[in-house]
């Protein structure tokens, strides 16, 4: 009998995710700060829980997918307590992009109270969510990995254990988060010269990413910065700038210079000042455009 799963967190990625869990089998009791967000979910029979408090129980698995670092340190650290509802043996999966140093901390808090945090962030939009075609990163106490390694198999297609460093599957997530606004900001730039000196940006794109650049994230993002579809937002701007400023927080822990990620968080600030705090992460691209003095349509 597979074990019910406290769900915190129905956002664009917290919502299909459940889902999918729910139609594996795992019985499901959910919470979500917008109650309506839970509602279809109780339709299919998820049971609601009132609190995030009632979502942890203990001896239990909850899995949470929260926006930021203050959201998670509120649901360990507040009223909801999780790291002691879970107690004794409980297990905490975290799959938010949150800072190594928040999962560092918090991971302390579980073993004082008698439970265990893993960290285990996605890569994967909410289209990917929906199709079960989540990469997973991993880390934390190895038997609480084996034990939830079901759960990981029901919503992606792959899992990449970073081994029982608490923090160590977040260095992983912000780093790729890094590249993948990196090659962003690569593409808004290429793709402007090419504009100014007359070509077909579009073409340009399928050009490099059919051969050269033949891979996901240039394919999903330079389609959508080579014709500047930027809404709706499957990863919010905003959201965007707090992972690029996760890295250079980490970067500066560890001594590491990351000059590009201080550009990215520029762009990210200038995309923010221009009014595109509703757009899509990618927006940050049209900054290239407003640079070479190309106006925006």
Known sequence: MKPEIGFIGLGAMGFPIAANLAAAGFPLMVWNRTASRAQPLGA???????????????GAVVITMVADDAALESLV??????ARRLAPGGIHLSMSTVAPATI???????REAGSILLAAPVFGRPDAAAAKKLWVCISGNAEAKQKVRPILDAIG???????ETAEAASVAKISGNFLIAAAMEAMGEAFAMAEKSGLDRAAVAAML??????????????????????????FSLPLGLKDVEL??????????????????????VHALAMDRA????????????????????
């Not at 650290?77 to 999780?82: E, F, T, V, Y």
């Not at 560092?104 to 579980?110: E, G, I, T």
């Not at 297609?157 to 081994?163: E, H, L």
């Not at 059919?210 to 240039?218: D, G, I, R, S």
């Open 104 to 110: 560092r901390k918090l991971a302390q808090v579980h």
């Open 44 to 58: 299919s029979g998820a049971r609601i829980a009132t609190s995030a408090r009632d979502a942890a129980r203990a």
């Open 157 to 163: 297609q792959g899992v990449f254990d970073f081994g």
């Open 278 to 297: 509703d757009m899509d992460w990618s927006a940050i691209a049209l900054g290239a455009r407003d640079d070479a003095g190309l106006k925006q349509e």
């Open 247 to 268: 890295v250079l927080r980490t970067a500066r822990e560890v001594n590491a210079p990351m000059p590009t990620a201080s550009l990215l968080r520029d762009r990210f």
């Open 77 to 82: 650290l507040g009223d909801a307590a999780i």
């Open 209 to 234: 990413t059919q051969t050269l650049f033949a891979c996901p994230v240039y394919q999903g993002y330079g389609k959508a910065i080579a014709s500047r579809r930027h809404s709706p937002a499957g």
